[in-house]
């Protein structure tokens, strides 16, 4: 036990465990001058800015600090570590999440709504689901998101211990639609092509070579007309979204059955 404990303290910690997610570093400050309006908001936004124009494989300190117009070391004033700053960019993003209010309501159109929401920013920055299958989503704002998710879940009559699944079924459902969303996104910026145009191509190609999809006899696989590539997705991911929410409602309904007591006649 003693060795797990010392591997586990040695792992990578997420910085909201920590207590450093607040600002100042340890060790050095910046250079005089430097700091002025400087703080660790404006890194986190300016470090967002830079991911969403040049992806995560381009983001170092060093361009961070040129796009601020400081050197590296003043930004390691607020910051330990590169993967700390990618956190705090990460928990930036779920802020932008619109979610239900704690009021009540349709315990449906919350999780339609949170679902796409969580698939709307994922596409919006792609960057966004790889850092979420790497760091632990703990930040504040991804845990609001939780929250939301299991009050919606109370309200349709899940018990507490079927919340946890219901959370595995919701966000992985809209987190594979959302990362492909954005990863495609992020492929046609970077091919100076709209998504439509992308998707026509696939079409064309599938067309040009049935075979790959097609085995003998069968119906053709692409229909003659087929509505533009976004619109294809949405479609696809409304229907999905709505198996989801039916699911959920049918399972409520199985565990309920499995918990009641029964009565047996005298």
């Known amino acids: 036990m003693a060795t797990v404990r010392r591997k586990v303290r040695g792992a990578r910690v997420s910085i909201w465990l920590t207590g450093r ?4 570093r340890r060790g050095y400050a910046p ?3 430097e700091a002025d309006g400087l703080d660790l908001g404006k890194i986190v936004e300016a470090t967002v800015r830079l991911l969403d124009a040049e992806g995560l494989g381009r983001l170092s300190m060093r361009r961070l600090a040129a796009e601020l117009g400081v050197t590296a070391m003043s930004v390691y004033w607020y910051v330990d570590t590169k993967d700390e700053l990618l956190e705090l960019a990460l928990d930036h993003a779920y802020a932008e999440l619109d979610l239900p209010g704690e009021d009540g309501g349709d315990w449906v159109a919350q999780l339609r709504q949170l679902a796409h929401e969580h698939r709307r920013i994922l596409v919006a920055h792609p960057w966004v689901s790889r850092l979420a299958g790497e760091y632990l989503n703990v930040g504040p704002h991804a845990m609001a998101c939780v929250a939301a998710a ?3 879940m109370r309200r349709a009559g899940l018990p507490e211990e079927a919340l946890t699944g219901g959370l595995s079924l919701l966000f992985p459902f ?3 639609f959302g990362g492909a969303g954005g990863r495609l996104a992020e492929l046609c910026r970077a091919a100076g092509v709209t998504e439509d145009e992308c998707y026509g191509e696939f079409v064309r190609t ?3 070579h049935p075979e790959y999809v097609q085995p003998p006899a069968a119906v053709d696989p692409v229909p003659a007309v087929l509505p533009a590539g976004h619109e294809q997705r949405d479609r696809d991911f409304n229907f999905a979204l709505e198996c989801v929410l039916a699911g959920l409602a049918a399972m409520r309904d199985r565990v309920a059955e499995q918990v009641r007591p029964t009565i047996t006649p005298a």
Do not use: F
Not at 21 to 24: D, N, S
């Open 21 to 24: 997610a607040k600002g100042r």
């Open 31 to 33: 250079a005089v001058g």
């Open 150 to 152: 299991q009050r919606a």
């Open 174 to 176: 809209s987190y594979g």
């Open 206 to 208: 599938l067309r040009e």
